[in-house]
């Protein structure tokens, strides 16, 4: 922290580097938790260098984030050409030829004291030959197409819905983009090319960008991606490989032409090298191929994926390289990830 801050103790200014989904959601969630009267936000973000910007599925929680910053859920879908999520379908994972879902929300009802789960038991004992599915309403709708909001209060399944999205994350981030500038957030546009380090403690400083702007923060999060810009480069946070548990480390993706209805669910195929996934959109489909490299090539992957798609593709396949794991340390001298 800069002096001034470690002698009234309040956080006076918060540097985000990074935009993309991961940038714009801290910029937008500090924004609405902290405001910006007191607390000045910057965010720094080059059109040069882009965002990845394939990450379309999500889980629950996404609610949970949306509520918190207040957002209108039905403008969000709008904005974002989302689409609601029930669950997740994987598909030849145990063989080839079986298929799982996963629903959100839950399974069956408790019945008094009696919990769902030993009334089931005690169904299969008996005889019952319904597949757990049949229980679920997450489910049943999906396999169905069909989708609504829970409906509050009742003693009705209608009411144990839940549910996620997909949606455009470029969309996304430009929609909360326009959240947090509304609420103070300022946005910077530049690459950083310097990283200043205080020299008593070597806590970050300041950063400076390729037109000689400097910008000096009490608080610094790192949202720079596979990158990582200050932890890892600047401050040198060792990372901590995970290959040899997940040796996936490549992926490719294309978006596709909508072909039929509107499913509302994600797909997860399995793949000889890995898995595929297929994230339905208002305006198209999104595709993918995660997989281990020491085992496929990348052509043979995008092979794979264009030959596994369900309408023509909207673009050139792009493919994009990453290690699996984590850094040691999640705050470092004044930094986030």
Request: charged fraction near 20%; proline fraction near 5%.
């Amino acid at each position: 922290m800069s002096s001034d801050s470690r002698d009234t103790g309040r956080l006076k200014s918060i540097a985000i580097v990074g935009g993309g989904t991961a940038g714009w959601m801290a910029a937008a969630a500090l924004a609405r938790v902290l405001g910006t009267r007191a607390t000045q936000i910057v965010l720094i973000e080059s059109e040069e260098i882009g965002i990845v910007g394939v990450g379309e599925a999500t889980i629950p929680p996404i609610q949970l984030f949306n509520a918190l910053l207040g957002i209108d859920e039905n403008e969000f879908v709008r904005a974002t050409m989302g689409t609601f999520k029930l669950g997740i379908e994987f598909i030849d994972w145990l063989r080839p030829g079986h298929s799982y879902f996963h629903p959100f929300g839950v399974y069956g009802h408790d019945i008094g004291p009696v919990p769902f789960e030993g009334l089931w038991h005690r169904l299969r004992q008996t005889g019952d030959s319904y597949p757990l599915d049949a229980y679920s309403i997450c489910a049943s709708a999906a396999r169905a197409g069909r989708f609504m909001r829970p409906q509050a209060g009742g003693n009705t399944p209608l009411s144990y819905i839940g549910y996620a999205y997909h949606f455009d994350a470029a969309l996304y981030a430009r929609f909360l983009r326009t959240y947090a500038e509304r609420a103070g957030v300022v946005r910077r546009e530049g690459k950083i090319v310097d990283v200043s380090l205080r020299g008593e403690d070597g806590f970050i400083e300041a950063v400076t960008l390729s037109d000689g702007g400097r910008i000096a923060a009490d608080l610094f999060i790192d949202c720079s991606g596979f990158r990582s810009l200050l932890l890892g480069t600047a401050l040198g946070t060792p990372f901590e490989d995970w290959g040899q548990w997940l040796p996936n480390d490549r992926a490719v993706a294309v978006p596709s032409d909508k072909v039929g209805a509107i499913t509302p669910y994600t797909r997860c195929t399995a793949r000889g090298a890995g898995w595929q996934w297929r994230i339905p959109l208002q305006h198209r489909i999104g595709n993918g191929y995660v997989y281990a490299s020491h085992q496929l090539s990348d052509d043979q992957a995008t092979a794979t994926l264009l030959a596994n798609i369900d309408g023509p593709a909207l673009s050139e396949p792009r493919v994009l390289r990453f290690r699996a794991g984590r850094r040691s340390a999640s705050w470092v001298k004044t930094a986030l990830p």
